[in-house]
């Protein structure tokens, strides 16, 4: 029975590791991943060991989605009357009759002209002063402007220019907002948030929304969690400006050595890398090799040169470089609390090499006991 046993087992082991065609393991190992940063340069990569100096350079460097903003912050005026609009114009006149006449030289009550339209050449029309040009004025200067027409037909003339509504002077808001439509913006009211707030807020999270900015065929954007943050970034908008708000939930991938091999969202402003463990259960103390957390990612070009990383990287992606934590020694787990995650990071721990060995010999052992037990039944029959 042992001879058969013997001759049987190393077919039944060679069955069993051809069915798993190869050894099971998750993510690339350790070894790879050092191996990996010195070969094929088509396929390059950096490895940088995670210190405080590594967290210092990247707190010194922050992620500037806002720069694109700054960049459209508008500085043109935006209380200029346009064609289109519609004004309420008072007139203060000195005497008795309304506009001409009477000699009372006491002051009257203003007289409100109804609803005036700006028509398409610019002008309104007032009465006793006919069509006076607007377009492209302040309402201050078209009050000067209306009350230049009335000299000489009504007594000291005190005039008062107001916009009810001005198509002209408005954005648009739509996307993840309670109420999208048109808003006006004025003097008082022109950021970014101001229009966010006047189309009823957000209906999303912060966190999972990019706020997009659109003027003149050119766009730009901004986490929504970013400009919360960072007010200085409430950029001033201009006339005919599309706001929008996109959900883009920003998202992370842990896997190897963890309890819950998972894709989680981000959703605090920021989230350590000690904070995403935790998010993926922890390390599975029974494989996990703690001494090799490794975090890849595309980094900015100027955060890689700032780390002493050459190369222009990948277009449009930036500088692959993989992070490396050693979580075996206590200080690990302070630069684990200080390190942040960003969107589309993969956290991978490697297997403990020892956990590959007892895979194998588990394999060894189940196809043994397999080969023993179909020895024995075989052995037990006549």
């Known amino acids: 029975m042992f001879s058969r046993f013997r001759q049987a087992l190393p077919v039944a082991l060679l069955a069993a590791l051809t069915g798993c065609s190869d050894l099971p393991h998750d993510g690339p190992s350790r070894s790879a991943v050092r191996a990996g940063a010195h070969v094929d340069r088509r396929q390059h990569y950096a490895l940088v060991d995670i210190d405080y100096s590594v967290i210092q350079t990247l707190a010194e460097h922050p992620a500037t989605p806002l720069d694109s903003l700054r960049q459209v912050a508008s500085t043109a005026p935006n209380d200029l009357i346009s064609e289109g609009d519609s004004l309420s114009v008072s007139v203060f006149v000195a005497g008795s009759g309304p506009l001409i006449g009477g000699s009372d030289m006491s002051p009257t009550p203003p007289e409100l002209l109804p609803t005036v339209p700006v028509g398409r050449d610019g002008d309104v029309v007032i009465p006793f002063a006919g069509q006076v040009r607007v377009a492209g004025l302040t309402p201050n200067e078209a009050s000067l402007a209306i009350r230049a027409a009335l000299r000489g037909k009504a007594m000291n003339p005190q005039v008062t220019v107001s916009v009810n509504t001005s ?22 009211s022109d950021r970014l948030l101001d229009a966010i707030a006047l189309a009823g807020g957000p209906t999303s999270p912060v966190w999972d929304l990019i706020v997009m900015v659109s003027r003149d065929g050119q766009s730009a954007t901004i986490p929504m969690a970013d400009l919360m943050n960072d007010t200085t970034q409430n950029i001033r908008l201009a006339p005919h400006d599309l706001v929008r708000l996109i959900i883009h939930q920003r998202k992370v991938n842990a896997l190897g050595g963890v309890l819950k091999d998972s894709e989680f969202p981000i959703t605090d402003y920021r989230l350590s890398l000690a904070g995403a463990i935790s998010r993926a ?20 070009p100027e955060v890689a040169r700032a780390l002493g990383v050459a190369g222009a990287g990948v277009a449009g992606a930036g500088v692959p470089i993989v992070y490396h934590l050693n979580l075996s020694q206590g200080a690990g787990y302070f630069l684990a609390s200080k390190f942040y995650v960003q969107a589309d990071d993969l956290i991978d721990v490697p297997r403990a090499r020892s956990t590959e ?26």
């Open 167 to 188: 198509p002209a002077n408005s954005v648009s808001v739509i996307g993840e907002v309670n109420k999208p439509g048109r808003y006006p913006v004025s003097a008082n």
């Open 281 to 300: 259960s922890g390390l599975d103390t029974n494989s996990a090799d703690a001494s090799s957390v490794f975090l890849f990612r595309f980094e900015r």
């Open 357 to 382: 060995v007892q895979k194998f010999f588990g394999i060894v052992n189940a196809a043994a006991s397999s080969v023993y037990q179909g020895a024995v039944i075989s052995s037990a029959v006549p």
